[in-house]
T-cell receptor, first 115, second 112 residues
Framework: GAVVSQHPSRVICKSGTSVKIECRSL??????MFWYRQFPKQSLMLMAT?????????EQGVEKDKFLINHASLTLSTLTVTSAHPEDSSFYIC???????????FGNGTRLTVT | EDQVTQSPEALRLQEGESSSLNCSYT??????LFWYRQDPGKGPEFLFT???AGEEKEKERLKATLTKKESFLHITAPKPEDSATYLC?????????????FGKGTKLSVIP
């Protein structure tokens, strides 16, 4: 089945620094990947849709200058949290789908803690 | 506004005690309803997709059903390893089929 790999699984950074999270589709090509955010005991919230070779589409209320998304190849999308603040601490999860008609598969998430 | 509501928030079962989880949705033009399982600290794992009222799908001890307003995830004779949070999701209205809005999930605990 389709495998989505996310790295790192955990990261702790200081307030004001930037953090990059990688999302890779290991056994399929993904022209579109999705970035979600999950707070404790809350549902996953879609942040943005990452399109290979073009600009990401951000959901309402998500700051595109703070959450930089790059989808440089068919197997890699990155999310960079810039000038991180403690309120950015959350669980970030990427997802992608394989062939047409296949479901979304999710990575194992990245736990970001900003101190 | 699209909404997905899951109930109960938490469910505690004895091993072997069957039950059902509910997912009700309000979205115009349903283009699929998805069930996922999420273990603590992990990303969601795909379980089922349902597309039309009356459709049913099964996988081991799980069976998902769909009506025009809600979906049920039936768990038959659960085992402790079935303990997880079960999420349902539907595509946003007017968006592509893979921009999903999720419910908050039902946290299932199966006690040996």
């Amino acid at each position: 089945g389709a495998v989505v790999s996310q790295h790192p699984s955990r990261v702790i950074c200081k307030s004001g620094t930037s953090v990059k999270i990688e999302c890779r589709s290991l056994d399929f090509q993904a022209t579109t990947m999705f970035w979600y955010r999950q707070f404790p005991k809350q549902s996953l919230m879609l942040m943005a849709t990452s399109n290979e070779g073009s600009k990401a589409t951000y959901e309402q209320g998500v700051e595109k200058d703070k959450f930089l998304i790059n989808h440089a190849s068919l197997t890699l999308s990155t999310l960079t949290v810039t000038s991180a603040h403690p309120e950015d601490s959350s669980f970030y999860i990427c997802s992608a789908r394989g062939d047409s008609g296949s479901p979304l598969h999710f990575g194992n998430g990245t736990r970001l803690t900003v101190t | 506004e699209d909404q997905v509501t899951q109930s109960p928030e938490a469910l505690r079962l004895q091993e072997g005690e069957s039950s059902s989880l509910n997912c009700s949705y309000t979205v115009s033009g349903l283009r699929g309803l998805f069930w996922y399982r999420q273990d603590p600290g992990k990303g969601p794992e795909f379980l089922f997709t349902l597309y039309s009222a009356g459709e049913e799908k099964e996988k081991e001890r799980l069976k998902a059903t769909l009506t025009k307003k809600e979906s049920f995830l039936h768990i038959t004779a659960p085992k402790p390893e079935d303990s997880a949070t079960y999420l349902c999701a539907v595509p946003y209205s007017g968006a592509g089929s893979y921009q999903l809005t999720f419910g908050k999930g039902t946290k299932l605990s199966v006690i040996p």
